[in-house]
């Protein structure tokens, strides 16, 4: 770990660890699993919630170890001396912890979310009511469901509203994470200059790193493409 300054502040630099973040339902386990089949990536799933320690005895309990910025920035230095990253859903931390990870430029942030937002909703009230979360392969679709009652139109229109407003939230800082440029530009041939600096000013090691350009859709469809950058120093 280093410290460097920023904001006027001492800030805990994590050397671009991964933080998987996703609202229940969103796929983000299915992500997680990926993520583990790579032979170099070690991501510690949902250390921040309530049923972390049940779920591994004899593990520190991380999330009452978090009581302001300084106390959670030391608890996921912590996290990240003996793992790659750490994979989190939105309601096992404070909005204001939320917001500050996901604006920390030393993580990388891998976000998932449904285009879906009724099969969100529905899918975790389903398995809120049946205390399924996950498919067992042994049963079939009707086993698992058979008990299972009408959901309430209202508490689903309710939930939608809850969803989206806090979608909303997460995309807004995502979209304002480290950028060299945004905005519009007539077709034609660019060029751009990075220095080599994360966004608070810190020179970056030498190392091999990804860009993004993303073109939204008006008439077309929205493009995205990543290419590799060399930082030789």
Request: charged share 30%; aromatic share 8%; net charge positive.
């Amino acid at each position: 770990m280093r410290e460097s300054e920023g904001r006027g502040s001492a800030v805990t630099t994590w050397g671009q660890k991964i933080l998987q973040f996703g609202h229940p339902r969103s796929g983000s386990s299915n992500i997680y699993q990926i993520l583990q089949r790579h032979p170099r990536l070690d991501i510690l799933p949902d250390p921040f919630d309530e049923k972390f320690v049940k779920w591994n005895p004899g593990r520190k309990n991380y999330r009452e170890a978090v009581h302001d910025l300084p106390s959670l920035r030391a608890t996921v230095s912590e996290i990240l001396r003996d793992h790659d990253g750490f994979k989190l859903s939105d309601y096992q931390v404070k909005k204001k912890y939320l917001e500050y990870l996901l604006r920390t430029a030393d993580l990388k942030v891998i976000y998932t979310r449904r285009r879906n937002l009724l099969k969100t909703v529905v899918s975790n009230m389903i398995s809120h009511q049946t205390g399924i979360w996950h498919r067992e392969k042994t049963k079939s679709l009707e086993a698992h469901y058979a008990g299972l009652s009408p959901l309430s139109i209202y508490e689903v229109r309710e939930r939608l509203e809850v969803l989206s407003e806090s979608l909303e939230w997460c995309d807004a800082i995502v979209r304002e994470r480290p950028c060299l440029a945004h905005g519009l530009k007539a077709a034609g041939a660019y060029a751009l200059r990075w220095d080599g600096h994360d966004d608070t000013g810190r020179a970056l090691a030498s190392g091999v790193y990804a860009y993004r350009l993303r073109t939204p859709g008006g008439l077309a469809q929205t493009r995205n493409q990543t290419r590799k950058l060399v930082l030789v120093r």
